[in-house]
């Protein structure tokens, strides 16, 4: 599989609408995203989780199952609602104790999606 990140939400939506991407088996997003230092001093504001989840839901169908996680409650609960009402299929990972929650839960919660809907890709995907 090929793995892409995205420092802002704005390059991974402009990915998505650039790539067809027929073999996506997983979105994971956060919705608190870092400023970036730009050279002239300046803050570039990278948008939110939020952005990416708005965009997806407006899509005609869902492309693949979407794994919220961030500590911003309110902002994870918009993010699923968003997407649950897109039928997205979507779970959320609560961050903890600094990196330990990674190993611990997201990874797992990430597997098990993968494997749940890489055998319907590749039903889809035969002609």
């Not at 609408?17 to 997983?26: A, C, F, G, H, T």
């Not at 939110?48 to 500590?71: F, I, N, Q, Y």
Request: glycine share 2%.
């Amino acid at each position: 599989l090929q793995i892409s990140f995205f420092e802002t939400a704005p390059e991974m939506i402009a990915f998505l609408k650039n790539n067809e991407v027929p073999d996506l088996v997983i979105i994971a997003l956060d919705n608190d995203l870092e400023l970036i230092p730009q050279p002239s001093g300046e803050w570039l504001d990278p948008g939110t989780g939020l952005d990416v989840a708005e965009w997806l839901a407006k899509l005609p169908e869902s492309r693949c199952p979407v794994v919220v996680h961030t500590t911003n409650a309110p902002y994870a609960e918009k993010m699923m609602a968003c997407l649950n009402a897109a039928d997205w299929q979507a779970e959320r990972v609560i961050p903890y104790n600094d990196l330990e929650w990674i190993d611990r839960e997201w990874f797992s919660v990430m597997r098990k999606l993968i494997l749940e809907f890489s055998p319907k890709l590749a039903a889809a995907a035969k002609p």
